[in-house]
């Protein structure tokens, strides 16, 4: 599994598990190099060293998609809805929650670097990676955390908090919780229709509807990631519904 660094300066770091493609290897073999973040939309893109000639073009892009932009020798991080307005490479995936790529600032320093294990975390990236989940250790604004993707039809992103009285997973954002008509009505349908005895619909810190788990064993972490995938995509499909009804 190759996976490579984005860290920003400051701020924190992002981790992309590449396509198993020559073109991943050219990425790796640039690193480490330093760049500044251009904030353009929900894209976060940067110039870099790396020069390619090959690789499939595409004029649409999913949220968390990791490309290279040929004609500035870009890389570009897609965190939201918005497309790309030249076609771009795709390399990867963006490991983890969406959600706080919203606070890169423009111009800040950013260094790709090849992605080491460190720590409690990096023990649990491991174990997860060994188990066929993509994920990585990382720092955020002095948290250390484990990040993950997982493959369920929709690529779902989850962080994964290593404490000493247990494994605190929570997944990527569905909406955010504001307390209008349409947050309440979509807590309660969720929280009716995802009944399930590990996996909650919970808010977390930063007032985004989410989906929460405690875990207590390791070895049942694989597991409750992927189930938690499946709801989270069910949910995606509930709140599809209600938006309807509103």
């Known amino acids: 599994m190759k996976l490579v660094r984005v860290r920003f300066e400051e701020l924190g770091e992002v981790v992309a598990v590449l396509d198993d493609t020559p073109l991943a290897d050219k990425v790796l073999g640039a690193a480490p190099f330093k760049s500044k973040a251009i904030r353009w939309k929900e894209e976060v893109y940067f110039p870099t060293p790396i020069r390619l000639e090959e690789g499939e073009e595409l004029d649409r892009v999913s949220p968390g998609t990791f490309a290279f932009w040929k004609p500035e020798n870009c890389l570009c991080l897609f965190y939201g809805q918005n497309q ?27 260094y790709v670097e090849k992605y080491i294990d460190y720590g409690r975390a990096g023990e649990v990236a491991k174990a997860l990676r060994e188990s066929g989940i993509p994920a990585a250790c990382r720092e955020w604004e002095d948290t250390t955390s484990v990040i993950v993707g997982v493959d369920v039809g929709l690529w779902v992103g989850a962080e994964v908090f290593v404490e000493d009285y247990g494994l605190i ?11 209008s008509a349409f947050s309440v009505a979509a807590m309660d349908t969720l929280r009716k229709e995802l009944r399930d005895p590990v996996i909650r619909v919970d808010i977390s810190e930063e007032s985004y509807a989410i989906l929460s788990a405690v875990v207590n064993d390791l070895k049942e972490l694989p597991r409750v990631l992927r189930k938690m995938a499946v709801s989270y995509k069910h949910a995606r499909r509930l709140l599809q519904g209600l938006l309807r009804v509103f």
């Not at 490479?89 to 111009?107: A, C, F, Q, S």
């Open 169 to 179: 997973v929570e997944s990527d954002a569905l909406f955010l919780y504001d307390q």
């Open 84 to 110: 790309p307005y030249g076609r771009v490479v795709k390399l990867g995936r963006l490991l983890g929650p969406l959600y706080y790529l919203r606070w890169i600032e423009d111009g800040v320093d950013v």
